[in-house]
């Protein structure tokens, strides 16, 4: 019971954080590694958890989703989808050894990826047509460290989308969450088939982030983004820490 209301708990404040600002994966995936899920499974468990609240955001952009060429929407899902197994199956590959040293190193390089997105944006923006829009060339690296490792992943999608040339961001926001739906679709089906899903904790996170994901918006109007943004930098860089102390104590 103590760890279904840790899981439940981590769930919520995930949820939230997705809604808001993203980063709900600082949360659910170190919970899930605290209640004893190995990390490949745990961080295969984080991903799965998190769908519910990547179809109800897609669906809440289902308007600016539908104005998305057909050709480019389906383009798009399909290198996503294609990258994302890649990255699953290269995550199932990955022994809980080899992966417990990485885990540290990609939690700083998501948290600095986070904090950095304004700006990460802005940047790509100022260099707009540099690379070939919505090519394969870059979605599908993209969809690949997703697939393998979701932390930050949305960041990095709407910094893609400035890259190609895209200047709507409640655009970018709904093509964001349909990818990363689409990929955590092809994610779950291999998660599952290799059986690295812990089903109960999974369970209990989804829960979480669905009560969170109802949740986002009011906290989004009474929370000053920059404070929360702090707070998700605060919890990234803990996590981190926490991860390193981890690995060079041989916990």
């Known amino acids: 019971m103590t760890d279904f209301l840790l899981l439940l708990i ?7 954080l997705n809604a808001v600002a ?25 991903t799965v958890a998190a769908l519910p609240g990547y179809l109800s955001a897609a669906l ?29 199956a290269l995550l199932l590959l990955s022994s809980n050894e080899a992966f417990a040293v990485l885990v540290p190193f990609l939690l700083l390089a998501a948290t600095l990826v986070f904090m950095a997105g304004g700006r ?7 260099y707009r047509g540099g690379v070939t829009a919505f090519g394969a060339g870059t979605m599908i690296p993209v969809a690949i460290y997703g697939g393998y490792f979701n932390g930050g992943l949305g960041i990095v999608l709407l910094a893609l989308f400035a890259l190609w040339g895209m200047t709507d961001l409640i655009e970018m926001n709904g093509l964001k969450n349909w990818l990363s739906f689409a990929l955590s679709i092809i994610s779950f089906a291999i998660f599952a088939a290799g059986g690295q899903v812990a089903w109960g904790p999974a369970l209990s996170v989804a829960i979480g982030t669905v009560l969170g994901g109802y949740l986002g918006a009011p906290v989004a109007r009474s929370i000053p983004v920059p404070v929360l943004r702090g707070l998700i930098a605060v919890v990234g860089f803990g996590m981190t820490a926490v991860f390193f102390w981890r690995l060079a104590s041989g916990a």
């Not at 289902?62 to 050709?71: G, Q």
């Open 22 to 46: 993203g980063g709900g994966t600082f949360i659910t995936f170190p919970a899930l590694v605290f209640v004893g899920v190995p990390v490949v499974s745990a961080n295969a468990t984080s």
């Open 60 to 88: 809440g952009f289902r308007r600016e989703i539908a104005l998305l060429p057909r050709a480019i929407f389906s383009r798009l899902t399909v290198l996503t989808m294609t990258g994302g197994a890649a990255g699953s």
């Open 120 to 126: 990460l944006r802005a940047w790509a923006a100022r």
């Open 10 to 16: 981590a769930g919520v404040l995930g949820g939230v």
